[in-house]
């Protein structure tokens, strides 16, 4: 069964101090690791789509990376727009035979707040 | 709005009684997926449509919910005799058949359920 961990569970960050957030993952075999924003009472807002151990993809003040075991996502001098929820899902491979239809499972999020 | 688009955007009921949740997809989208998400987790996979033929379920679904997409365009998810556990953000999510491996699932707003 796909498992995602993402840490922190909370991170708190001054405007401007640049960090990073964790997504581990353990799949069967991995098509696409997603990266998405929730801002609170809203549905996830999509950020980025990684396929294969070494890509990056960027979006303002955000990078994300992708290992064989886990991503990152890197925010740069963060402003407090950028406060919100981070998720991140993966798509697998199902086993031969079976069908796989984008299910995909997420982990908790990470709750990042910048502080002004 | 090209978006995915819910509604109700809220709704409160008392247990036992029955509730039903619209979902409006992007319209070029045959993939329908239905999430539900409680306070400070990540979404949770509940059933997936492609086209009007729902091929996957979760276990989380129990035989208190179903879920219909009768011509393949909008979808409906019911719960009968409600419970206060049924009470979370139910997401619907829509993206295209692939011809590519992936394709990014975008989120409605989810529908806000409270169960008294």
């Known amino acids: 069964e796909d498992q995602v961990t993402q840490s922190p569970e909370a991170l708190r960050l001054q405007e401007g101090e640049s960090s990073s957030l964790n997504c581990s993952y353990t799949?069967?075999?991995?098509?696409?690791l997603f990266w998405y924003r929730q801002d609170p009472g809203k549905g996830p807002e999509f950020l980025f789509t990684l396929y294969s151990a070494g890509e990056e993809k960027e979006k303002e003040r955000l990078k994300a990376t992708l290992t064989k075991k886990e991503s990152f996502l890197h925010i740069t001098a963060p402003k407090p727009e950028d406060s919100a929820t981070y998720l991140c899902a993966v798509h697998s491979f199902v086993p031969a035979g079976g069908t796989s239809y984008g299910k995909l499972t997420f982990g908790q999020g990470t709750i990042l707040t910048v502080h002004p | 709005d090209t978006g995915v688009s819910q509604d109700p955007r809220h709704k409160i009921t008392k247990r036992g009684q029955n509730v039903t949740f619209r979902c409006d997809p992007i319209s070029e989208h045959n993939r329908l997926y239905w999430y539900r998400q409680t306070l400070g987790q990540g979404p949770e996979f509940l059933t997936y449509f492609q086209n009007e033929a729902q091929l996957e379920k979760s276990r989380l679904l129990s035989d208190r919910f179903s879920a219909e997409r009768p011509k393949g365009s909008f979808s409906t998810l019911e719960i009968q005799r409600t419970e206060q556990g049924d009470s979370a953000m139910y997401l619907c999510?829509?993206?295209?058949?692939?011809?590519?491996?992936?394709?990014?699932?975008?989120f409605g707003q989810g529908t806000r359920l409270t169960v008294v």
């Open positions: 799949v069967s075999g991995l098509r696409g």
């Open positions: 999510a829509s993206s295209s058949f692939p011809g590519v491996v992936n394709t990014e699932a975008f």
